[in-house]
């Protein structure tokens, strides 16, 4: 996102902590949270089918963004996401709030989807 889009997020966003080793969503979970990380980093796993292992997919750091997809989609979240360092502070918008905020920015979102699609 360039300086424009990002302020765009305004006032509506909400400040959620997380520990090392802490999951910030979970594959599987109905997704109404979009996730932009302040500071910090965490990674994306994906479970795989038949047992309990997961598979790296992902670094994000600060300036990273997640969660998009199941909130453009209305599909359940599609991989895990996990803080890596001792703190990873994100900034969240709910469902509703990105809708109404970033419905005009939904393509911009969408640049990640092919990425992700590498991962299914």
Do not use: H
Not at 39 to 44: F, R, V
């Amino acid at each position: 996102m360039d300086p424009y889009e990002r302020s765009k997020l305004g006032d509506a966003v909400k400040v959620e902590t997380f520990k090392k080793q802490e999951y910030i969503i979970r594959q599987g979970q109905t997704g109404d949270k979009f996730f932009f990380i302040n500071s910090g980093t965490a990674i994306a796993t994906k479970n795989v089918v038949g047992s309990n292992e997961e598979t790296k997919v992902m670094d994000y750091e600060s300036g990273a963004y997640f969660g998009e997809r199941a909130l453009l989609t209305n599909d359940v979240r599609a991989a895990n996401i996990i803080a890596t360092s001792d703190e990873v502070v994100c900034l969240t918008l709910e469902r509703e709030t990105f809708t109404r905020l970033l419905g005009p920015l939904d393509e911009i979102l969408k640049r990640n989807m092919d990425q992700y699609k590498k991962y299914a």
